[in-house]
């Protein structure tokens, strides 16, 4: 059973910030943190992962609370390409890819 | 660029014929996977590879066998297709531990009828 939560959907304006929330009030030290997107009919997509601290990429910010029970994807300006299916996922940091799957959370942005 | 590809992209077939989708990979990643991914639902790991002549079973491995004899490729068997194994399957792959980060192929989709 996958170990996050997620909201089964979600709709933001065209260039406002996308806020994606995630529960994972089980994970334990050892455990990243990971989003992928889906986009319709493709492969899904990376897009950040962090264990302790915030990060930041070219595509998203991933803010973890300091109890790491809960997360949140923030995609700063969104457009419309980032409609998808955005996926957070938690994996141990010896688990050599054992990635678990969720129904994820559809995001869908609006003009 | 590198890439990872999957063949073909569409398939439909009849119950008990035997399947391989294929698999090809141009990172030279060691570790590769297959998942299925079902209308609704996240991705179900079926088989993976950690290396030439590793294979390893996922989740949802009854009725589904792999074999890597090279780096580049795992192609994936469905010995005698089912109308439960209608779905879309995607193909991955990834280096290190560390990273988790994965690369996937656009799928792809097989009716059993």
């Known amino acids: 059973d996958a170990k996050t939560t997620q909201p089964p959907s979600m709709d933001c304006a065209e260039g406002r910030a996308a806020n994606l929330p995630c529960n994972h009030s089980?994970?334990?030290?050892?455990?990243?943190v990971y989003w992928y997107r889906q986009i319709h009919s493709q492969g899904p997509q990376y897009i950040i992962h962090?264990?302790?601290?915030?990060e930041t990429n070219e595509m998203a910010s991933l803010i973890i609370t300091e109890d790491r029970k809960s997360s949140t994807l923030i995609l700063p300006h969104a457009t419309l390409r980032d409609t998808a299916v955005y996926y957070c996922?938690?994996?141990?940091?010896?688990?050599?890819?054992?990635?678990?799957w969720g129904a994820g959370t559809k995001l869908i942005i609006k003009p | 660029d590198a890439e990872i590809t999957q063949s073909p992209r569409h398939k439909i077939t009849e119950t008990g014929r035997q399947v391989t989708l294929a698999c090809h990979q141009t990172?030279?990643?060691?570790?590769m996977f297959w998942y299925r991914q079902d209308l609704g639902h996240g991705l179900r790991l079926i088989h993976y590879?950690?290396?030439?002549?590793?294979?390893n079973k996922g989740e949802v491995s009854d009725g589904y066998s792999v074999s890597r004899s090279n780096t580049e490729d795992l192609p994936l068997t469905l010995e005698s297709a089912a109308s439960s194994q209608t779905s879309v399957y995607f193909c991955?792959?990834?280096?290190?531990?560390?990273?988790?980060?994965?690369?996937f192929g656009e799928g792809s989709r097989l009716t059993v009828l």
């Open positions: 996922i938690v994996r141990p940091i010896d688990s050599n890819y054992q990635l678990i």
């Open positions: 962090g264990l302790k601290n915030n």
């Open positions: 089980t994970i334990s030290g050892n455990e990243y």
């Open positions: 990172w030279n990643h060691n570790n």
């Open positions: 590879s950690y290396g030439v002549q590793d294979t």
């Open positions: 991955a792959s990834g280096q290190g531990v560390t990273t988790g980060e994965l690369f």
